[in-house]
């Protein structure tokens, strides 16, 4: 899996040198995928769960050495100089000053465990799922990033068609403003009607001033998730993209497979059995192995009686086996394998539950989606009544079949047409992007 996410991360980095190099640029446009590479190489979370990633796998490549032997060197040397006085037995008295002796020793020590009740091999495995912990970890987060990413973008898209939507309003208001003016000087006209459609067209244009305010919020937010420096220039593209063949069987099937989310709640299930592993290891005793070789010379340059030791050398090899046999330690083994025969219920407790949880937000999100993908599709139709009656009612007005209230009530439709269409395409978007996080695959 560490080999996929980084090849998928590869990928991701190859399309900000081509996409979002020139974000200087006001006319750029920066894609959906842009923004999500761009977010996947400088978010700060993922870079310190791949840091940790990394540190599991770094403690994983050196997992063997547990079964390696343990060679030290000691060596030490020390110089003497003393003061001696001395009475003997026999009524003698010995005194010397200055008394210099050199004492070095030398020592290769080897201690090699080859039974610890199978503990080095438990800790060997837990490292390994350390691992794989940490590459789930990296991927759950790279998965709520993207979903993150993507939800802000489509929003800013989403504002952006509002605003559109906005100018086409400020169209129609220009429009029966030049009517009006027409009516007017030929006398067929009243100034309350050019008067409210220049009111009108103000307030359209104060919305738009607000709705530019609102996107541009937007897309500093969406900097901050990118961490791009603030203010980066850029264009999003215009449309919103539904996958509308989405089936839950599939979603439920693929996300038991790949959800991060379940599989990390499993990796630490496992680990939670390695460690009971580890602590009934404790139970049994420890075998070792140990050898030794020694080295050491004395020498004293002053003798202060005749049996003194004006050299000495030893040197010589040593071996053995040494067990540890534990007795008895307060009971702290049996507390030790209790409280991680707790850890490993609690952890299927919290596998268990993901399991519910993923598949019930499944659930939940896909009936979300079906009535999404319904109202957008009744929404499309609309706004296709909304322009067609507007169409009309712009046509009888200038012929002057119908009255002002008319065109406006024409006019207000057509407008919350829009701004229901765009809201369901971008709710229809927002149920689509849950399925896929709870899926689990958008970084596959």
């Not at 979002?20 to 894609?31: K, M, S, V």
């Not at 203010?231 to 919103?240: A, H, L, P, Q, R």
């Not at 929404?379 to 012929?399: D, H, P, Q, T, V």
Request: contains cysteine; hydrophobic residues 40%.
């Amino acid at each position: 899996m560490k080999h996929r996410i980084k090849y998928i991360t590869l990928c991701f980095a190859l399309n900000i040198l081509y996409g979002f190099c020139h974000l200087a640029n006001a006319q750029n446009i920066l894609t959906v995928e842009d923004a999500i590479a761009t977010s996947l190489q400088n978010n700060y979370d993922i870079r310190l769960l791949r840091n940790d990633s990394t540190l599991f796998e770094l403690q994983n490549s050196y997992a063997y050495t547990a079964f390696l032997p343990r060679l030290n060197a000691n060596s030490s040397i020390l110089f003497n100089n003393n003061n001696t006085k001395q009475e003997l037995a026999d009524g003698s008295k010995r005194s010397q000053n200055n008394l210099r002796s050199e004492n070095f020793q030398a020592s290769v020590n080897l201690n090699w465990t080859v039974f610890d009740g199978l503990k080095m091999f438990a800790t060997r495995d837990k490292l390994e799922v350390f691992t794989q912990l940490g590459e789930w970890n990296v991927k759950t987060q790279m998965v709520n990033s993207i979903a993150n990413v993507t939800s802000l973008y489509y929003n800013i898209v989403s504002q952006k068609q509002q605003l559109k939507a906005i100018e086409e309003q400020m169209g129609i208001n220009e429009e029966r403003i030049n009517q009006a003016e027409k009516k007017i000087s030929t006398g067929l006209g009243a100034k309350p009607e050019l008067l409210q459609a220049r009111l009108d067209l103000n307030a359209q244009k104060a919305a738009r001033i607000t709705q530019i305010s609102l996107i541009e919020k937007l897309k500093e937010d969406l900097n901050l998730l990118m961490a791009v420096i603030p203010g980066t220039v850029y264009e999003v593209t215009d449309s919103i993209p539904i996958n509308r063949a989405l089936m839950i069987d599939e979603l439920l099937t693929t996300a038991e497979k790949i959800n991060p989310q379940i599989h990390s709640a499993k990796t630490q299930l496992s680990i939670a059995q390695l460690s009971l592993k580890e602590q009934k290891a404790s139970r049994f005793p420890t075998v070792g192995l140990t050898s030794a070789y020694n080295f050491s010379n004395l020498r004293n340059h002053t003798a202060i009686n005749p049996f003194t030791t004006l050299f000495n050398q030893n040197h010589g090899f040593n071996y053995g086996i040494t067990a540890t046999i534990p007795i008895f330690n307060g009971f702290s083994v049996k507390r030790q394998i209790k409280e991680a025969e707790l850890e490993i219920d609690y952890r299927k407790m919290v596998y268990a539950y993901e399991h519910l949880k993923v598949k019930s937000t499944i659930t939940a999100a896909y009936k979300d989606y079906l009535w999404n993908l319904q109202n957008l599709a009744l929404e499309e139709e609309n706004i296709g009544f909304a322009k067609e009656n507007m169409l009309i009612a712009s046509e009888r007005y200038r012929l002057g079949l119908s009255v002002i209230l008319e065109l406006r009530e024409s006019q207000k439709s057509l407008e919350d047409a829009f701004t229901r269409l765009i809201h369901a395409r971008y709710n229809a978007k927002l149920s689509e992007i849950t399925l896929l996080r709870m899926r689990g695959d958008l970084v596959r």
